[in-house]
């Protein structure tokens, strides 16, 4: 079993950042791709990217390039999501997923494991 929890998110103006982090912990000791994941009131969740842990490759949704940035620490088992230059359509709960295998090779989103999700509020 896999444990994730989100934090860092919170209430921001317009223009400002966050960080967000997502801790695993469990049998995670295998290779995993790690997801972002949002879904903003009355919106169908979608994916902001992912990364994998062996080779650190990273995947994001045309829509939201340039602007988020996923990274990570494999020795604190935990996937980061800066995000800057925010607007208030990035409003949302984001959440993060995990999966035990690599990212790509039929693998776009994963899925396996969830968190309990952290609120983002972006003020304008």
């Known amino acids: 079993q896999v444990q994730l929890v989100e934090s860092g998110g919170g209430s921001v103006q317009a223009g400002g950042s966050l960080r967000l982090a997502c801790a695993a912990s469990g049998y995670i000791y295998s290779r995993r791709c790690v997801g972002w994941f949002r879904q903003a009131p009355g919106k169908e969740r979608e994916g902001v990217g992912t990364i994998d842990s062996g080779d650190g490759s990273t995947y994001y949704a045309d829509s939201l390039k340039g602007r988020f940035t996923i990274s990570q620490d494999n020795a604190k088992n935990t996937v980061y999501l800066q995000m800057d230059s925010l607007k208030a359509e990035d409003t949302a709960m984001y959440y993060c997923?995990?999966?035990?295998?690599?990212?790509?090779?039929?693998?776009?989103?994963?899925?396996?494991?969830w968190g309990q999700g952290t609120q983002v509020t972006v003020s304008s």
């Open positions: 997923a995990l999966q035990l295998r690599r990212c790509g090779y039929g693998l776009t989103w994963p899925s396996q494991y």
